[in-house]
């Protein structure tokens, strides 16, 4: 039987709002030609398509985040760049309700866009798509963990319909503190009436009901251990059921893609993935999937190499166009602090808006186009190819490309391709977070090289 070759081109988180298509500038075009020159190609849709007049209201309330809608003329755009095929599984999928989210996958549908993560049920939500290439047929399954509950897709059951929403990939805390730390906390909860034996946990362990999340339901679980941490874990029945979805990619297409979207850490979100990832990502890729791609931090993270097979733990943003929302409903005001009571008077141009456009971030604004050249389903060379948004990434993030005259300068937000200092400063990066995996990345001539010959 003949050796089967791929060509896979990956890109990370898309928050588009502005039609891209007519732009010609060289560092935009050339974009355009990594991604198609690819037997396929990949990308993560971090945003919604409908009509106004699809929609009902904002599903989700509370928290402090953008509400990501817009126009479906765009979605033919990411095909016309190079996008096959996009998982949409992630913390805003919901954000304008079962509407919002099925007219999102019509969308891709019709821009002739492959998608996965979202659907109808958990049935549909959970399965892989699957996108049709001259070289092969090629898998996606996406999944999200860090989403509230009202969000999870479900099984119909009684009569009743299953919910439309995400596949989730649930998650199991557990925090390990010493001696003296637990009998603070014992003391602490007893006083303020807040203990509470947790649902999950091991034995032993004791839990604290925080008012405010009672809610969500189980406590806290704190155990004694020689030393403090946090320890995260999948939860086991999602994860036999996201394991099921590579088993079946695995068995009806010749490449299979596994897209995580992360939203929560082990504690503040910093340049390492937490604990659940890195089980997440071994438990697929040894259960049959070619590549894993995590994302949802919205910044590059390391790179590892497990079993022959790439794990990209962080792939960052690659359109940053969030400030560009044109109907931003009242809870994105209300969270941002802005006078409600004023509410006519507010405008999409309000500032602070957005989660991560309020403070200056070296991460934000760049990522990379990444190619896998792979033998069969053992990878051979990864390049990277740096890319930026609009702003450099130094930690002032100084601004390179704008748009609008306000007082506030909005970051243009499309992916070009970086030079000069920018582009050895991107690539610097996964080069320093790939070392801890023993990941060697090489940066020659402005690209990032891992040669696995």
């Known amino acids: ?54 929609l009902t209201w904002p599903a989700r309330g509370q928290g402090i985040g953008s509400f990501m809608m817009s126009d479906p003329e765009i979605a033919k755009d990411l095909k016309w760049v190079g996008f096959d095929i996009m998982s949409t599984a992630h913390n805003h999928s919901y954000d304008f309700g079962p509407e919002g989210l099925l007219a999102t996958k019509k969308y891709m549908k019709d821009a002739g866009i492959v998608t996965a993560g979202t659907g109808a049920d958990l049935e549909l939500a959970s399965g892989p798509g699957y996108v049709e290439k001259k070289n092969g047929r090629v898998a996606l399954v996406s999944t999200s963990s860090g989403n509230q509950h009202f969000m999870w897709a479900s099984l119909p059951k009684g009569g009743l319909r299953g919910r439309p929403g995400v596949n989730p990939q649930r998650l199991n805390f557990e925090f390990m503190v010493d001696g003296q730390t637990a009998e603070n906390l014992k003391d602490f909860a007893k006083k303020l009436n807040i203990a509470k034996a947790p649902k999950h946990g091991r034995p032993g362990s004791f839990g604290i009901q925080i008012p405010g999340s009672q ?62 990832v890195r089980q997440f990502a ?31 733990y962080g792939l960052g943003n690659f359109f940053a166009q969030s400030e560009f929302i044109q109907r931003v409903p009242y809870d994105s005001y209300d969270a941002w602090g802005h006078d409600v009571d004023r509410l006519p008077m507010l405008t999409p141009a309000a500032h602070p808006l957005h989660p991560g456009l309020d403070t200056p971030s070296d991460t934000w604004w760049s990522s990379a186009i990444i190619q896998l050249e792979m033998d069969e389903h053992k990878v051979k060379r990864i390049l990277l190819h740096p890319v930026e948004m609009g702003r450099d990434s130094t930690p002032q993030a100084n601004q390179t490309r704008r ?20 582009a050895v400063r991107i690539l610097d990066r996964y080069r320093r977070l790939s070392e801890p995996f023993g990941t060697k990345v090489e940066i020659r001539d402005g690209v990032g090289v891992i040669d696995l010959q």
């Open 1 to 54: 039987m003949k050796t089967r070759n791929w060509k896979v081109a990956l890109a990370g988180e898309c928050m588009l709002s502005r039609p891209f298509a007519m732009h010609e500038e060289p560092e935009f075009l050339k974009v355009g030609e990594l991604l198609k020159d690819a037997d396929v190609t990949y990308g993560h849709l971090e945003m919604n398509f409908a009509d106004y007049d699809e």
């Open 282 to 312: 071994h438990a697929v890729i040894d259960g049959g999937a070619d590549i894993y791609v995590g994302h949802g931090w919205h910044r590059t993270l390391g790179i590892e190499i497990h079993n022959g097979k790439p794990i990209f």
């Open 403 to 422: 748009t609008g005259k306000g007082e506030h300068h909005n970051t243009e937000g499309r992916p070009m391709m970086a030079q000069g200092e920018d």
């Open 215 to 276: 809610q969500w339901g189980d406590p806290d679980s704190f155990f004694v251990g020689d030393r403090c941490e946090i320890i995260s874990r999948c939860h086991q029945r999602d994860l036999e059921r996201n394991l099921r979805s590579v088993d079946e990619a695995r068995a009806m297409a010749d490449l299979v893609i596994v897209a995580h979207h992360f939203s929560v850490s082990d504690g503040p979100r910093g340049d390492t993935p937490p604990q659940f």
